[in-house]
């Protein structure tokens, strides 16, 4: 058992769909004759993007109490998970030819394959940016209340 501590605000969730097909192409009698194991899965789940503020050290706040300002400067927005969801993904066909062995890792490799697609859709769809925007947002929402009137977000990544 392990206990970690975590300080991820999550900012952003893509719910994801995709359909993927694994193919295991088996080469038997020599080479001569070829055959083929297939599993399409139906892949269902969300990937969280958000900024890990376990990275922000005293020195990226900068507060200025005469003026009511601070300036924070945030990592870069992270994908933090993408995760299937169990009971909404599902195998939808399984097709073992004849002369072809089951390959009982064919489903892993598709979960696998399907979680890195639905990161790369996360991406390529601006996952990032939302996850940029909502953490500025939730930053200045947090520390207004602390007195300050100006809430100014730098981001590590930017410069």
């Keep these: 058992m392990a206990i970690h501590d975590v300080a991820k605000l999550e900012t952003t969730i893509f719910h994801v769909e995709r359909v993927v097909e694994v193919t295991d192409a088996q080469s038997r009698l020599w080479g001569l004759v070829k055959a083929n194991d297939v599993l399409l899965l139906v892949a269902v789940g969300d990937v969280v993007a958000g900024v890990d503020l376990a990275k922000v050290s005293a020195a990226d706040v900068r507060a200025n109490e005469a003026s009511r300002t601070v300036t924070v400067r945030l990592p870069a927005p992270e994908i933090v998970s993408a995760t299937l969801d169990e ?8 097709s073992t030819e004849l002369l072809a062995a089951r390959n009982e890792q064919l489903e892993g490799e598709a979960r696998r394959t399907a979680e890195a697609q639905m990161r790369k859709v996360a991406i390529d769809e601006g996952i990032l940016d ?10 200045r929402a947090l520390l207004r209340p602390l007195g ?8 590590g990544d930017r410069g």
Excluded at 131 to 138: I, K, L, M, P
Excluded at 148 to 155: C, E, G, L, Q, S
């Design 148 to 155: 300050y009137d100006h809430v100014d977000i730098d981001w």
């Design 130 to 139: 939302r996850a940029r925007v909502s953490a500025e947002s939730t930053v």
């Design 87 to 94: 009971r909404a993904t599902r195998v939808y066909r399984r």
